[in-house]
T-cell receptor, first 113, second 116 residues
Framework: KNEVEQSPQNLTAQEGEFITINCSYSVGISALHWLQQHPGGGIVSLFMLSSGKKKHGRLIATINIQEKHSSLHITASHPRDSAVYICAVSSYAGGTSYGKLTFGQGTILTVHP | DTGVSQNPRHKITKRGQNVTFRCDPISEHNRLYWYRQTLGQGPEFLTYFQNEAQLEKSRLLSDRFSAERPKGSFSTLEIQRTEQGDSAMYLC??????????????FGPGTRLTVL
């Protein structure tokens, strides 16, 4: 079992729909990251959070430390939101954490007009 | 542009050849990471530098792989005697000093390696 699991692996939506991507992890973490990757490879950091909830524009990220679960929500989805969304955690190892990331396999989101 | 840059963006090589990739992090970032991403998968950690010190290496990094960051600025990743299984996107990321558990990481565009 991977340390970071995302669901769904693929998600298709119509423009305007509310979207949720889920992430579960099995290790102790110092932070959880949500990243966006467009075709061609470029990765952009969307959120880094260790508790609670963060919001940026139409994007909302939440984390439940006790349940080791995080969600990324997109409100009023738009075709330009089409991308791969990746959950990643920075975890403690032997009492230290250099911030290296362990990634989920990604969720491919396609939003149709 | 003051983001993370990587060169080359694409590299095609024949099996058995050596290749070297370069990463230039954001100038004030002392932490630098290399990751590898194969098609359809999330990236995997390869190695980490804090300033010029290589503090962690993944078991994925075989003896054919070596990375350096000689002056704590740019970093190079070399693969010797390339194999077809080395074909992947090689990603570099940097982050600023400060929080022990890590900060937000800024990614470069990646170098896509194809080994024929």
């Amino acid at each position: 079992k991977n340390e970071v699991e995302q669901s769904p692996q693929n998600l298709t939506a119509q423009e305007g729909e509310f979207i949720t991507i889920n992430c579960s992890y099995s290790v102790g973490i110092s932070a959880l990251h949500w990243l966006q990757q467009h075709p061609g490879g470029g990765i952009v950091s969307l959120f880094m959070l260790s508790s609670g909830k963060k919001k940026h524009g139409r994007l909302i990220a939440t984390i439940n430390i006790q349940e080791k679960h995080s969600s990324l929500h997109i409100t009023a989805s738009h075709p330009r939101d089409s991308a791969v969304y990746i959950c990643a955690v920075s975890s403690y190892a032997g009492g230290t954490s250099y911030g290296k990331l362990t990634f989920g396999q990604g969720t491919i989101l396609t939003v149709h007009p | 542009d003051t983001g993370v840059s990587q060169n080359p963006r694409h590299k095609i090589t024949k099996r058995g050849q050596n290749v070297t990739f370069r990463c230039d992090p954001i100038s004030e970032h002392n932490r630098l990471y290399w990751y590898r991403q194969t098609l359809g998968q999330g990236p995997e950690f390869l190695t980490y530098f804090q300033n010029e010190a290589q503090l962690e290496k993944s078991r994925l990094l075989s003896d054919r792989f070596s990375a350096e960051r000689p002056k704590g600025s740019f970093s190079t990743l070399e693969i010797q005697r390339t194999e077809q299984g080395d074909s992947a996107m090689y990603l570099c990321a940097s982050s600023p000093p400060g929080i022990a558990g890590g900060n937000e990481q800024f990614f470069g565009p990646g170098t896509r390696l194809t080994v024929l």
